[in-house]
Nanobody, 114 residues
Framework: QVHIVESGGGLVQPGGSLRLSCEVS????????ILWYRQAPGKQREFVAH???????NYVDSVRGRFTISRDNAKNTVYLQMNSLKPEDTAVYYC????????WGQGTQVTVFS
């Protein structure tokens, strides 16, 4: 069974940085694509970034140039480096390995405040 643990969130001022981690256990990590999503209060969950098993990457337009997704297959972990954070980045961030039937993890809260 695939299990997900997100971490690395916190409080940061606009312009600051955070690095989120997504650790996946169970399954063959190197075969997964990993997606990051976020959900702000009162809003639907939205796609943020994706990295394929082969390393192809894409981002939602609102974070391109500020966020960087990467993976370390030896550590079964995907990272989301977030720079130049804005208040509108405030959300709970979740990751999702695909293909899998993994349930959503607890997420990690990112709060950007001025």
């Amino acid at each position: 069974q695939v299990h997900i643990v997100e971490s690395g969130g916190g409080l940061v001022q606009p312009g600051g940085s955070l690095r989120l981690s997504c650790e996946v256990s169970g399954g063959i990590f190197s075969a997964f694509a990993i997606l990051w999503y976020r959900q702000a209060p009162g809003k639907q969950r939205e796609f943020v970034a994706h990295i394929s098993s082969g390393g192809n990457i894409n981002y939602v337009d609102s974070v391109r140039g500020r966020f960087t997704i990467s993976r370390d297959n030896a550590k079964n972990t995907v990272y989301l480096q977030m720079n130049s954070l804005k208040p509108e980045d405030t959300a709970v961030y979740y990751c999702k390995p695909l293909p899998s039937d993994a349930a959503w993890g607890q997420g990690t809260q990112v709060t950007v405040f001025s």
